[in-house]
């Protein structure tokens, strides 16, 4: 069974600094993909990156980048620039085939301070 | 990405009344949607898998007999929160994944259904 470990229940970072929030997981699959979802106040979750294990280069989308290392079985999540509009809880979540059930963490409340 | 539309987005309902809670894929084809559960402050517990055409997969500790889904289309499910109490208030979530795209893997959120059962 796959485990997805968040160790950070709440973080807060300054307007306009970085902020890292961690992700570990458990799988004996070789072949998977990592997501990091955002739900902000809304609740509404929004899907903010992906990761393709078999791909070694870490996926970026716009402030928002991943350092993924596979031997060690991390998936950690950097926001650049935080915006107030990035307050919100994060998780990351595992899947090792599509169609299949996405194994969630415990999630990370982030909340980005003025 | 694709969307995924939840009608209601919140309702109350007296106890041992019925709910049903519709999912839908609002421009792609789902044959798979799943129904997640999440409490106050906590992370998204997944309740069953939704196969189009077929009877839905629930995970241990689920009642199919409370919860009934019904995925009789390629863009429609449907959760029905059977003689409900209190206890099943809760925050409901439904997500599909585009199989016409690339990205098959990756699962498009519902906004939520917030159930209140007085």
């Given at each position: 069974?796959?485990?997805?470990?968040?160790?950070?229940?709440?973080?807060?970072?300054?307007?306009a600094?970085?902020?890292?929030?961690?992700?570990?997981?458990?799988?004996?699959?070789n072949?998977?993909?990592?997501?990091?979802?955002?739900?902000?106040?809304?609740?509404?979750m929004?899907?903010?990156?992906?990761?393709?294990?078999?791909?070694?280069?870490?996926?970026?989308?716009?402030?928002?980048?991943?350092?993924?290392?596979?031997?060690?079985?991390?998936?950690?999540?950097?926001?650049?620039?935080?915006?107030?509009?990035?307050?919100?809880?994060?998780?990351?979540a595992?899947?090792?085939?599509?169609?299949?059930?996405?194994?969630?963490?415990?999630?990370?409340?982030?909340?980005v301070?003025? | 990405?694709?969307?995924?539309?939840?009608?209601?987005?919140?309702?109350?309902?007296?106890?041992?009344?019925?709910?049903?809670?519709?999912?839908?894929?609002?421009?792609?084809?789902?044959?798979?949607?799943?129904?997640?559960?999440?409490?106050?402050?906590?992370?998204?517990?997944?309740?069953?898998?939704?196969?189009?055409?077929?009877?839905a997969?629930?995970?241990?500790?689920?009642?199919?007999?409370?919860?009934?889904?019904?995925?009789?289309?390629?863009?429609?499910s449907?959760?029905?929160?059977?003689?409900?109490?209190?206890?099943?208030?809760?925050?409901?979530?439904?997500?599909?994944?585009?199989?016409?795209?690339?990205?098959?893997?990756?699962?498009?959120?519902?906004?939520?259904?917030?159930?209140?059962?007085?």
């Amino acid at each position: 069974a796959q485990t997805v470990t968040q160790s950070q229940p709440e973080m807060s970072v300054q307007e306009a600094e970085t902020v890292t929030l961690s992700c570990t997981y458990d799988t004996s699959e070789n072949n998977y993909y990592l997501f990091w979802y955002k739900q902000p106040p809304s609740r509404q979750m929004i899907l903010v990156i992906r990761q393709e294990a078999y791909k070694q280069q870490n996926a970026t989308e716009n402030r928002f980048s991943v350092n993924f290392q596979k031997a060690a079985k991390s998936f950690s999540l950097k926001i650049s620039d935080s915006q107030l509009g990035d307050t919100a809880m994060y998780f990351c979540a595992f899947i090792y085939n599509a169609g299949n059930m996405l194994t969630f963490g415990g999630g990370t409340r982030l909340m980005v301070k003025p | 990405g694709a969307v995924v539309s939840q009608h209601p987005s919140r309702v109350i309902c007296k106890s041992g009344t019925s709910v049903k809670i519709e999912c839908r894929s609002l421009d792609f084809q789902a044959t798979t949607m799943f129904w997640y559960r999440q409490f106050p402050k906590q992370s998204l517990m997944l309740m069953a898998t939704s196969n189009e055409g077929s009877k839905a997969t629930y995970e241990q500790g689920v009642e199919k007999d409370k919860f009934l889904i019904n995925h009789a289309s390629l863009t429609l499910s449907t959760l029905t929160v059977t003689s409900a109490h209190p206890e099943d208030s809760s925050f409901y979530i439904c997500s599909a994944s585009d199989l016409g795209t690339e990205n098959t893997d990756t699962q498009y959120f519902g906004p939520g259904t917030r159930l209140t059962v007085l």
